[in-house]
């Protein structure tokens, strides 16, 4: 038996629940988008790494100081001007920068031209330096850079500049 | 005399039933805009924004720079007209650290910068809308 009325009501709530659905689908995607922060780590990691090679070279050659050894661990943020203290321990209680340094001298029959090792710098906090097996699409590749001593020789300077703050920039 | 009332309880229910469905239907959309709207003019989004723009900008900053950083996203927005909000001391730098707050009565947003420069002053420029970051000596 047909019944008109009963059929209007069970419409209604189908409606309801389709309207439910249909708000809380756009709120739910409306509040990921925007509450979604913005990633600018690579960025960040991308203007630390200028700043170092800045900061290594002088008027296109190494700076002195980095082969003669006078640079280390604990003077090389003072050298290079940086602060790798935390602002807002509450925020981020434990360091959000890593930088790691090492010069190799360039031999061409290894691989990328990487020879002996024969300096190497390492700053900041080294838990953010993570395979990239673990962080995925937030692993931040090394970079590769050529340059000369005053003498002319080549040498590689692979390096790494990793910028955490993983609670500002990933969600 | 006697007056002919016609009534017809079944044509009123109906009736009843569709203004409801639409009333309902109308306050629901109402207030998926409503929210949409407040989510796309919130100026939280631009707080972070900012401080984060500031932050990379004040990374390369060298000594004796002068940075200026036009906030003219944000004063289009009807928002700000209508509270009125002052974008005079909005920004402001914390030893290594920049935070943007639009809200006078918010705690804003802070994202730190790792140059070690000494920000000598920073000040709101309103007739270009932009601030200004007087970059000092090395710490």
């Given amino acids: ?171 | 005399m006697k007056m002919l009332r016609y009534s017809n309880k079944r044509g009123e229910s109906l009736l009843m039933e569709n203004i409801m469905f639409i009333l309902i239907t109308a306050v629901f959309f109402a207030i998926l805009i409503t929210f949409l709207v407040s989510k796309m003019n919130s100026l939280a989004v631009y707080e972070e924004v900012y401080a984060k723009k500031i932050a990379l900008l004040l990374d390369y900053a060298k000594p004796e720079m002068k940075i200026e950083v036009s906030l003219n996203d944000i004063i289009s927005q009807d928002k700000l007209k209508k509270e009125e909000i002052s974008l005079d001391g909005s920004i402001s730098v914390n030893g290594n650290s920049v935070n943007v707050k639009f809200y006078p009565d918010g705690k804003g947003y802070s994202y730190s910068f790792f140059s070690d420069v000494k920000i000598t002053s920073y000040y709101y420029v309103p007739d270009r809308n932009s601030y200004v970051f007087i970059i000092g000596e090395y710490n």
């Fill in chain 1, 1 to 171: 038996m047909f019944n008109k009325k009963g059929g209007q009501k069970v419409l209604f709530v189908y409606w309801f629940i389709i309207f439910v659905i249909i708000t809380g689908g756009v709120v739910y995607i409306v509040s990921l988008f925007y509450g979604a922060p913005h990633n600018v780590r690579e960025i960040e990691s991308e203007i630390l790494l200028e700043r170092t090679v800045d900061c290594i070279s002088e008027k296109g050659y190494i700076h002195e100081d980095f082969l003669s050894n006078k640079i280390t661990n604990e003077n090389f943020p003072d050298f290079c001007h940086f602060n790798f203290e935390v602002s807002s321990p509450e925020k981020n209680p434990i360091g959000q920068y890593y930088l790691k340094l090492e010069f190799f001298k360039f031999d061409s029959s290894k691989e990328l031209g990487m020879g002996n090792k024969v300096i190497s710098i390492v700053v900041g906090n080294p838990n953010l330096d993570t395979p990239k097996e673990i962080l995925k699409e937030n692993y931040i590749p090394p970079k590769l850079v050529y340059l000369l001593d005053k003498e002319g020789n080549p040498y590689i300077i692979k390096i790494n500049s990793i910028v955490g703050k993983f609670n500002e920039n990933v969600k």
